[in-house]
Structures are given as structure tokens and as C-alpha cells.
């Protein structure tokens, strides 16, 4: 990629934006990038609107954001029709992903203003307190596979604070990219205070390099988030990522084998396999490790498999092509390394990017893919003798976003909790987003967090008031 030094030189080269049905393989629409002009013209708009929309108070947002909420409700299955078909998650799935983000909007309508209220410090000033401001146009760099769900995590929080966004969706999302920009306009949102830039990755540089762009937030795999932190560092500006993870589900003996089993696969399999907190790694111990096998590869071979507007159907088709030969990838070199298939292993041939439900043991430690991030229904599982090995095994991956640990004994919860490399510890549970948790993760998979009252500071100034009489 060429270096971009100026303002205004974007670097655009011509990139496809078009809808493909994962399902089907048919392309549904077609978008021409934005233009140079187009882009100056819509960060010249955001910089605009800013310059009033700073002055808004939380009072004057709460209702716009209550009201994007209610729309998100309203035409849930509308919304949740756009996602299926651009990139195959199941449509139950979608119409939730729809009702999440009126959820998440609502939430920061009601509790922006108390998160972000001055907090009074006693020192030695007459009065000293710390005051909240927003910082200006924030890019936010999206993927595909949550394509409402990413966007408004980032968007409620920041428009409730006072910050425009501005939305560089992944590439093969264009339709739910118009689609949020739609929602915010019809909510009654200033116009500029959150626009979708159709554009393809090439043109991020030139933004970010952009002085009316003030701070970043990516949410993809690193490569992507190496290149835009790098891009942002060299302007001075603040980032956001929020990356891949390789997250361990671990079993002790004393869990409930029925229940972690059954949340074992759907943590593995929901979203078609393609959520970067989805469980990855199965780390189980020996005690219970036959059982637990037996039962989950029963499980996975069960999932019923098909169109993802079926409201029965358990796993859609993968996003794209190249999803399915890198995971066909994957599954070839750990087989190749010693690996043995109990269930699936191979790409579904026919219409469709569909891939089988599979499952891998006896993957060598040693051979990459027992610690990289697999995108797909693919799932390894380990033997271990005991917690020790668990939390070793658990950490050893350059990831740090989830991870889950079921046991009924309260040392090893205890363990577990200080032990596990990662952005949350979820017991006896699957790890989710709620926005009332922050998300994010440590290690390679990012820094900085969104969500609750930590994801809505990250894009304000923290200014330090200190007054003396
Ligand atoms: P991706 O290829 O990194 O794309 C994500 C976004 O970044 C897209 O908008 C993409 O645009 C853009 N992009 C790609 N390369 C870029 C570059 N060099 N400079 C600037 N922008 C760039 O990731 P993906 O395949 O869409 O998404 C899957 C990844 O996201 C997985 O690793 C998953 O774990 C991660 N993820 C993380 C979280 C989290 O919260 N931690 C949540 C969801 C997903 P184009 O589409 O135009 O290439």
C-alpha cells in the first residue's frame, strides 16, 4: 500500500462492495466505492456536525437514541432479513442481533449521562472534579459477522457521549452498512452524526491520516488491527481493538456434564461458528474426558445444517468462500499433524458456502492451529489431567478475549478466575456480550474496552478540573 502523507489522498483503488448470499452464492446487489470528493465531503460533514452536536445535552440525545431503539424493534425482521442474507447467520439469530442493539441503545440512553457525570475528587483545590467531554469524529472500522451488532456497541455509546461516528463496514455488508446509517437519520439524529462510508480497506489510511478524524476503533482480525493502530500511532490518535480470540471452554469434575455439554456446542457453533468469543478450544478433564466426548460429538453431529431462513436450522452457510477453504486449510494441516476427525472435517459440497460441523482430537500442541483463531464450526478437544495443566494449556495462545471454566468447586473457580489469560471468565456459563459487562480482551486480541460505563470513557477527553478561590 502506498504511503498517504496528505490530507484529501486517499489511495483508493477500485474495491467490489456487493451483497453475495453466502447461502446461495448469488449476487444480490452491487456498490461503487465513494469517490475522493464524496469522502471529503462526508468528513467535512462530520466535522461540521460535531461542532454543534457537542453542544447537544444528554437530554436532547436520550429520546434520539430511545427512538433508534424502538425502530430497531419495530423492524426487527426486516433488519434480521438483511443480515441472514448478506452473510448467513441463521435469521432467528438476526432478529436477536436486531432486538441486542435496541437493548444496547437503550441502554446508554438511560445511563450515558450518569456515566459520564462529573466525579468530585478532594484535594487540595477548593474544588477539583473530573469532567467528561467528547473528542469529535470517530472512525469505526466493522466486520461482517455480527453486522448490527458491532456497529451499535460502538455507536450508542458514542453518539450518547457527544461523538460523531463514522462507519467503514466490512466489505461484504454493504446493505446492513446503509441500513444502520437509515436508522440513525430516521431516529431524528442530526444529519452527519453518523454516516456510512462506503469505501474498502485501502481507503482507511487516508482517513485516519485525515486531521478531522480524531480516534479509531477497529473490530476484525489482527492484521487489521496491527495496520490501523500502526496508522493511528503515527498520528497520535487513540484506538480502540477489539481482535480475535482462541477462547478455551474448560470442564473439571464437578460440572454438570448435561448442561456443559449442550452449552459446549452451541458456544461453538452459534453464529455459524464465526463470533470471536465463540468457544474454541475444549479443554476437558480426564476424569470425565470419554464422556464428554461421546456426548459432544453426538451433538455436533446433529445440528441441522441448511438455509439459513429456515427458522429450524442450527448452522447456516460461512460468510464467504475464502472462509471455507481457509478452514478446509486448517482442518488439512492438523490431520496433517497428527490430528484424527470424530465428526465431519470437510467443506459441503454443492450451492453455498457451507462447511460440516467437526470435530478434532489429539491435536499436536506443537502445530499452529491448536492455538490460532478458527472462524468455523470446527472444534479441538483436549484431555488434561487437572486445573494446572487446564489453565497452562488454556493460556498458552497468543489470543486473550474469553474463556469459560465449568466447575462446582469454589477453590477452582477461584483459580480459574486469577488464573485465565483473558477479558472475561465466564463460570458455568458461555461467554456473551451484555452491555451492561465490559467486552474486550488482552494479549492479541486487543485493547481498550466497549461496553458499560468503560466503553463509553474510552472516546472522551477525561479532563481534570482544579479550581482555588
Ligand atoms: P477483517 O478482515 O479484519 O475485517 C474487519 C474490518 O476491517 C472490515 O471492515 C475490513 O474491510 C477492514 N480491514 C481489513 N483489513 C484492513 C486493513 N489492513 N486496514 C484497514 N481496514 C481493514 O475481519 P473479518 O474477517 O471481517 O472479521 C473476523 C475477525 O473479527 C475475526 O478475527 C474475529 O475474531 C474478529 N472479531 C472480533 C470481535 C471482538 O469483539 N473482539 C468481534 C467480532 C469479530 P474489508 O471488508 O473491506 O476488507
Redesign the pocket.
Known amino acids: 500500500?502506498l504511503a498517504v502523507k496528505e490530507p484529501g489522498n486517499y489511495n483508493l483503488v477500485i474495491?467490489a462492495?456487493a451483497s453475495i448470499n453466502p447461502a446461495t452464492g448469488e449476487t444480490l446487489k452491487t456498490f461503487t466505492a465513494l469517490t475522493a470528493e464524496q469522502i471529503e465531503e462526508k468528513l467535512q460533514l462530520a466535522a461540521d456536525t460535531f461542532r454543534t452536536y457537542l453542544r447537544t445535552t444528554f437530554s436532547d440525545r436520550k429520546p434520539l437514541m430511545m427512538r433508534a431503539a424502538e425502530i430497531l424493534e419495530t423492524r426487527k425482521h426486516d433488519f434480521g432479513k438483511i443480515m441472514t442474507l448478506e452473510m448467513g447467520k441463521p435469521l432467528k439469530a438476526a432478529i436477536g442481533e436486531a432486538e441486542k442493539c435496541a437493548w444496547v441503545c437503550r441502554y446508554y440512553a438511560e445511563n450515558a449521562e450518569h456515566h459520564l457525570s462529573d466525579q468530585i475528587v478532594e484535594t487540595n483545590a477548593q474544588k477539583s472534579y473530573v469532567h467528561f467531554q467528547p473528542l469529535g469524529p470517530v472512525l469505526a472500522?466493522?466486520?461482517?459477522?455480527?453486522p448490527f451488532w458491532?456497529v451499535f456497541r460502538f455507536a450508542a455509546p458514542a453518539l450518547m457521549a457527544g461523538n460523531v461516528g463514522l462507519l467503514?463496514?466490512?466489505?461484504?455488508v454493504p446493505q446492513c452498512a446503509l441500513a444502520i446509517e437509515e436508522i440513525f437519520a430516521s431516529a431524528g439524529f442530526p444529519k452527519g452524526a453518523f454516516q456510512t462510508l462506503l469505501?474498502?480497506?485501502?481507503a482507511?489510511?487516508g482517513i485516519l491520516n485525515d486531521p478531522r478524524v480524531v480516534a479509531a476503533t477497529?473490530?476484525?482480525?489482527?492484521?487489521?488491527?496491527r495496520?490501523?493502530a500502526a496508522?493511528a500511532g503515527k498520528q497520535i490518535k487513540k484506538t480502540v481493538?477489539?481482535?480475535?480470540?482462541s477462547d478455551p471452554f474448560i470442564v473439571m469434575p464437578s460440572a454438570n456434564l448435561d448442561e456443559a455439554v449442550t452449552t459446549a456446542v452451541k458456544a461453538r457453533t452459534i453464529n455459524n461458528g464465526?463470533?470471536?468469543?465463540a468457544a474454541k478450544r475444549f479443554i476437558v478433564a480426564d476424569d470425565i474426558y470419554d464422556e464428554f466426548e461421546k456426548r459432544f460429538v453426538e451433538e455436533m453431529r446433529a445440528l441441522k445444517i441448511g438455509d439459513p431462513m429456515d427458522e429450524t436450522v442450527e448452522i447456516g452457510p460461512l460468510?464467504t468462500p475464502q472462509?471455507v477453504n481457509d478452514l478446509d486449510e486448517q482442518v488439512k494441516k492438523a490431520v496433517a499433524s497428527g490430528a484424527r476427525v470424530l465428526t465431519g472435517g470437510k467443506k459441503i459440497e454443492g450451492r453455498g458456502n457451507y462447511f460440516e460441523p467437526t470435530v478434532l482430537v489429539d491435536v499436536d500442541f506443537n502445530a499452529p492451529v491448536s492455538c490460532e483463531?478458527i472462524?468455523g464450526p470446527v472444534a479441538m478437544l483436549f484431555r488434561v489431567s487437572g486445573i494446572d495443566e487446564a489453565i497452562r494449556i488454556a493460556n498458552a495462545t497468543p489470543f486473550g478475549?474469553g474463556s469459560a471454566a465449568w466447575t462446582n468447586d469454589a477453590t477452582e473457580q477461584a483459580k480459574f478466575i486469577d488464573g485465565l489469560e483473558a477479558g472475561a471468565v465466564f463460570i458455568n456459563g458461555m461467554v456473551a456480550?451484555d452491555p451492561r459487562l465490559p467486552?474486550?480482551?488482552v494479549k492479541n486480541?486487543?485493547y481498550g474496552r466497549?461496553l458499560a460505563e468503560f466503553g463509553i470513557r474510552e472516546f472522551v477527553n477525561i479532563k481534570t478540573v482544579w479550581i482555588k478561590d
Not at 477497529?218 to 488491527?225: H, I, R, V, Y
Open positions: 500500500m474495491m462492495i472500522v466493522m466486520p461482517w459477522n455480527f458491532q467503514k463496514h466490512a466489505s461484504n469505501i474498502g480497506s485501502d482507511v489510511e477497529l473490530t476484525g482480525s489482527e492484521p487489521a488491527g495496520s490501523v496508522t481493538l477489539e481482535l480475535g480470540g464465526q463470533s470471536c468469543i460468510a472462509i483463531e472462524f478475549l456480550s467486552f474486550g480482551g486480541s486487543g466497549e
